[in-house]
């Protein structure tokens, strides 16, 4: 019993403006009490009124009435604030920012719990409790409390806008009905509803539905990333062995190579060493000889001379000397020169794989193509640097900038000899092959300029090795009237404008080639749609004297 009377002090010790217990609690003349500073800070803004009222009631004053502190309402505050209880009910919660507010509460507002769609209000739980009791205000609709209330409101009309036009799409009051939407089909905001809730039922089974499809999707996707993360794995593992192996063997070579030559040179050498001391040991016994036969020349004594002469003119066996050329360090170059050459097969061998390698790496496309560009700036995106390969130019085709720019002349330029090189027309290929998404541009002078992309394997020799002229080659060329694609010999006219600028676009997974003419805008001129089995290389190809086409 006394707690609950302690309850109902704390309720009457509180200030109406701040709802907190009484600071120097004042009672103004018609008996209410507040903080003085709410108070005054009340009637500040009435000063310029000259006539004062209280926040509750509304009684008026005039003049203003001086305060005096209420010291029994002090003492009862400060008995209450001894039991430790808090000066708000546990159930009391103001509105902070961002919260809707009762807008019935005076001075500090409390948390609206529901808006009415009919009166336009929030109200928190006290306020909303007539909405509950009163039998108009039961049929009124209430709403989890809202701060768009006003979006309710007519901004024409000041009006509820109850009533949903059909044919403009959008909320009216009922005048909006009679004047500005006059003869339009409308109907109830409630009816409306109903129809769109119908709609928004067939919306959430489409949408249900793209999220199952979309999950099933993950689900693949994640059992691919993870066979992709497997499959590389084990691709990296086993090319690791297999080139650990290459190495092996390589490094097993290189040991018994300098193994062979170790022991041929300790076999040389000890052969050498060999004969050398039988040399030194035959001049050791011939300057001994030619010292006995020098002090017997000298002897005066005919018989004795003669009777040891024939013995001291005897020499033995001479040691054959071999008839050889001394080569100081060149014993082994023949060594070192086939050993140059198994290194340049095994570059050669390695050079040639190594497109067909890269090639089948990036062909594995789990997910679907790419959109094709739409903007020179995302063309961009994908530009590759690319060099042409003296090694397959025309002998009538000079290479400058780089060999970045080919130009068809007409003395013959002084190239080597090598399997790759076109001989039967001007034309040339890159050094790079390509895959995966790539873009580059070709600038062009003259006439007849063809801009292609061939398989490394196209022939070198014939009629058929004309870039277009086979199933290994795609080419444009520009003419008088417009453009002309080739592929296997099949010609295609095409009507475009001029431009001395062409770009291509390459997805070779998706197997897209396109060309586009470039200027200050990108004009498609032909696509092709198809399946790549080698990576392409760009070429160019040149049939007036003259003409030159640059990588840009």
Known sequence: MAQQGIQLDEAKLCCSICLDLLKDPVTIPCGHSYCMSCIKSCWDKEDQKKIHSCPQCRQTFTPRPVLGKNTMLAELVEEVKKTGLQAAPPDRCYAGPGDVACDFCTGRKLKALKSCLVCLVSYCEQHLQPHYDVAPLKKHKLVKATMKLQENICSRHDEVMKIFCRTDQQFICYLCSMVEHKGHDTVSAAAERTERQKELGVSRQNIQQRIQNRKKYVKVLQQEVKAINLSADKAVEDSEKIFTELVRLIEKRSSDVKEQIRSQQKAEASRAEELQEKLKQEIAELRRKDAELEQLSHTEDHTHFLHNYPSLSRLSESTDLPSTNIRPLHYFEDVTAAVSEARDKLQGILTEEWPKISWTVTQMDVLLPQPEPKTRAEFLQYSRQITLDPNTADTNLSLSERNRKATCVEEEQLYSRHPDRFTEWCQVLSREGLTGHCYWEVEWRGSAVSIAVAYKDISRTGDKCYFG????????????????????????????????????????????????????TMTLLHRVQTTFTQPLYPGFSFLVLGASAELC
Not at 469 to 485: A, D
Not at 492 to 518: E, K
Request: proline fraction near 4%; aromatic fraction near 16%.
């Open 469 to 520: 002229c086979n199933e290994k080659s795609w080419e444009i060329q520009y003419f008088k009237n417009g453009y002309e694609f080739r592929h296997n010999n099949i010609k295609t006219s095409i009507p475009g404008p001029r431009s001395s600028r062409v770009g291509v676009y390459l997805d070779h997974s998706a197997g897209i080639l396109s060309f586009y003419s470039v200027s200050e």
